[in-house]
């Protein structure tokens, strides 16, 4: 996994506040291995052609990359009119912001990490409501109904977000940005006209594949001796630990009664009131963080 350069400047930052020089110099060498990875250039693979459909079997030696923090899978190849990028996403919670909020790829024809040339796919839309299928363990996971039983966080597995996330292909559309000769604009997915192909789908496995085929000449380049910069971003879920009030970790069940003996306490009543993330039924309710990721790689584009 690309480590974050930011995060460890902190982290390097602190080291030498705490003049911790043994971890300062380790850090330094992973901050000089993490550069070296960034500005490394990986050669694209030259295929004859893809077919842009949302399976992997063209793919099978190809997806040779996989990044920790966003858990995608992925690779690259091209010929002399298109550069072809796959995927794979098998993490049903990433697989969710996949259909909420999209997955973009960046084109930098400088080889930097420049964002002004992206195709999105599938354009942003409202997160498919798991919570009027019965075949989900506790629909009320979404806030759809509210009973007296504890809450329970079971997430959808990646099997279930296939069935509820089918959708008709044709209704689908793809953003395309700042590409020479292509308008700005949403197209319709893999429609035979549009100049960028896009589609995405399942495989038997329940794993959510992504195909782009980018046309070579939508690139500002005169050649492609040099690297060019390929981006991706896709939201991230985490889920936060939850704590009680004024730090501290919710308690593990048993202990000693409320404070204020047998009848006091809070209230009059013997009972402490549940914190702010806690339920009535005495279930913790986790804070979730949703945020953007994105990441680079240089690439060469492969000759015939």
Same mark, same amino acid.
């Given at each position: 996994?690309?480590?974050?350069?930011?995060?460890?400047?902190?982290?390097?930052?602190?080291?030498?506040?705490?003049?911790?020089?043994?971890?300062?110099?380790?850090?330094?060498?992973?901050?000089?291995?993490?550069?070296?990875?960034?500005?490394?250039?990986?050669?694209?693979?030259?295929?004859?052609?893809?077919?842009?459909?949302?399976?992997?079997?063209?793919?099978?030696?190809?997806?040779?990359?996989?990044?920790?923090?966003?858990?995608?899978?992925?690779?690259?190849?091209?010929?002399?009119?298109?550069?072809?990028?796959?995927?794979?996403?098998?993490?049903?919670?990433?697989?969710?912001?996949?259909?909420?909020?999209?997955?973009?790829?960046?084109?930098?024809?400088?080889?930097?990490?420049?964002?002004?040339?992206?195709?999105?796919? +599938?354009?942003?839309?409202?997160?498919?409501? /798991?919570?009027?299928?019965?075949? &989900? !363990?506790? =629909?009320? @996971?979404?806030?759809?109904?509210?009973?007296?039983?504890?809450?329970?966080?079971?997430?959808?597995?990646?099997?279930?977000?296939?069935?509820?996330?089918?959708?008709?292909?044709?209704?689908?559309?793809?953003?395309?940005?700042?590409?020479?000769?292509?308008?700005?604009?949403?197209?319709?997915?893999?429609?035979?006209?549009?100049?960028?192909?896009?589609?995405?789908?399942?495989?038997?496995?329940?794993?959510?594949?992504?195909?782009?085929?980018?046309?070579?000449?939508?690139?500002?380049?005169?050649?492609?001796?040099?690297?060019?910069?390929?981006?991706?971003?896709?939201?991230?879920?985490?889920?936060?630990?939850?704590?009680?009030?004024?730090?501290?970790?919710?308690?593990?069940?048993?202990?000693?009664? +409320?404070?204020?003996?047998?009848?006091?306490? /809070?209230?009059?009543?013997?009972? &402490? !009131?549940? =914190?702010? @993330?806690?339920?009535?039924?005495?279930?913790?309710?986790?804070?979730?963080?949703?945020?953007?990721?994105?990441?680079?790689?240089?690439?060469?584009?492969?000759?015939?």
């Amino acid at each position: 996994m690309p480590i974050s350069l930011r995060s460890l400047f902190k982290t390097i930052s602190k080291m030498i506040r705490n003049k911790n020089w043994i971890a300062f110099a380790i850090s330094l060498t992973i901050l000089y291995s993490s550069v070296l990875q960034a500005a490394k250039k990986h050669p694209s693979h030259f295929i004859s052609t893809i077919q842009v459909d949302g399976k992997s079997t063209e793919w099978d030696s190809l997806l040779n990359y996989y990044n920790s923090e966003t858990k995608i899978q992925y690779g690259f190849a091209n010929n002399q009119q298109y550069l072809f990028v796959c995927v794979k996403i098998f993490d049903a919670d990433q697989q969710m912001q996949f259909m909420h909020s999209g997955l973009k790829i960046f084109i930098d024809e400088k080889g930097k990490r420049n964002e002004l040339n992206y195709v999105k796919i +599938p354009v942003e839309k409202p997160m498919p409501d /798991f919570s009027k299928h019965d075949e &989900m !363990p506790h =629909p009320k @996971n979404f806030g759809a109904r509210r009973t007296e039983q504890p809450i329970n966080f079971e997430m959808p597995d990646s099997s279930q977000i296939q069935r509820l996330s089918k959708t008709d292909a044709t209704k689908e559309k793809l953003e395309v940005v700042g590409f020479q000769n292509i308008p700005n604009g949403e197209f319709v997915l893999n429609e035979q006209r549009n100049p960028i192909k896009a589609f995405y789908d399942w495989d038997d496995f329940h794993a959510l594949i992504c195909e782009f085929a980018i046309p070579l000449n939508a690139f500002n380049i005169a050649d492609f001796t040099k690297p060019i910069g390929l981006g991706f971003e896709i939201n991230v879920m985490e889920m936060e630990e939850p704590q009680m009030p004024g730090g501290g970790m919710p308690p593990m069940g048993g202990g000693a009664p +409320p404070m204020g003996g047998d009848g006091g306490g /809070f209230g009059g009543g013997g009972q &402490m !009131p549940p =914190p702010p @993330n806690m339920n009535g039924q005495g279930a913790f309710i986790p804070k979730i963080k949703i945020s953007a990721k994105t990441f680079w790689q240089k690439i060469l584009i492969a000759k015939r």
